[in-house]
T-cell receptor, first 115, second 116 residues
Framework: AQKVTQAQTEISVVEKEDVTLDCVYE???????LFWYKQPPSGELVFLIR??????QNEISGRYSWNFQKSTSSFNFTITASQVVDSAVYFC????????????FGTGTLLAVQP | DTGVSQDPRHKITKRGQNVTFRCDPI?????LYWYRQTLGQGPEFLTY????????KSRLLSDRFSAERPKGSFSTLEIQRTEQGDSAMYLC??????????????FGPGTRLTVL
């Protein structure tokens, strides 16, 4: 069965600190896709990144970076030099592709960045 | 604005009433999804359309729920005989088949349903 676990319910940091959000997934498929979405207080989910299971290369985009490790079934997200605007709920999601590409979401991590 | 739109944004209803929500996907997006999100949880998949065909429904979608996408453009989600447990945020998302399994799903702002 597919499952995404985000063990950190809430994280609070002070501005300019680095923070890592953990994501562990379960799937039986060898081909799958991983995503991170941000949900700010306004409520609309914003896409951040996608990865397929064959691409373990880490990625950096500005202050954001992602570490994908198939050996530990993890897809962690790091924000460097956090800012107040980063405060949001962050969701990790898994898709096994197939006919629908439906997303299986974790329960999310609420990140609060204090000034 | 060319994003996914949903209407209404908020709906308060009494238990037992029927409600209908509308989703307008991004133009030319042939895939459309409905998800439900309850407080403190991630979105859960409800149903999926490719063009006008409803190709998958979750077990979460009881027989009180029905969804349509009559012309392959906008979609409606109807809940009959609402129950307090139906209170949630209902999210719509769309994507384009052409970009394959990695296609980003673009989400709308959601419709927040409160059943009294």
């Amino acid at each position: 069965a597919q499952k995404v676990t985000q063990a950190q319910t809430e994280i609070s940091v002070v501005e300019k600190e680095d923070v890592t959000l953990d994501c562990v997934y379960e799937t039986r498929d060898t081909t799958y896709y991983l995503f991170w979405y941000k949900q700010p207080p306004s409520g609309e989910l914003v896409f951040l990144i996608r990865r397929n299971s064959f691409d373990e290369q880490n990625e950096i985009s500005g202050r954001y970076s992602w570490n994908f490790q198939k050996s530990t079934s993890s897809f962690n997200f790091t924000i460097t030099a956090s800012q107040v605007v980063d405060s949001a709920v962050y969701f990790c999601a898994l898709s096994e592709g197939g006919a629908t590409n439906k997303l299986i979401f974790g329960t999310g991590t609420l990140l609060a960045v204090q000034p | 604005d060319t994003g996914v739109s949903q209407d209404p944004r908020h709906k308060i209803t009494k238990r037992g009433q029927n409600v209908t929500f509308r989703c307008d996907p991004i133009s030319e997006h042939n895939r459309l999804y409905w998800y439900r999100q309850t407080l403190g949880q991630g979105p859960e998949f409800l149903t999926y359309f490719q063009n006008e065909a409803q190709l998958e429904k979750s077990r979460l979608l009881s027989d009180r729920f029905s969804a349509e996408r009559p012309k392959g453009s906008f979609s409606t989600l109807e809940i009959q005989r609402t129950e307090q447990g139906d209170s949630a945020m209902y999210l719509c998302a769309s994507s384009h088949t052409g970009t394959g399994p990695l296609a980003e799903q673009f989400f709308g702002p959601g419709t927040r349903l409160t059943v009294l």
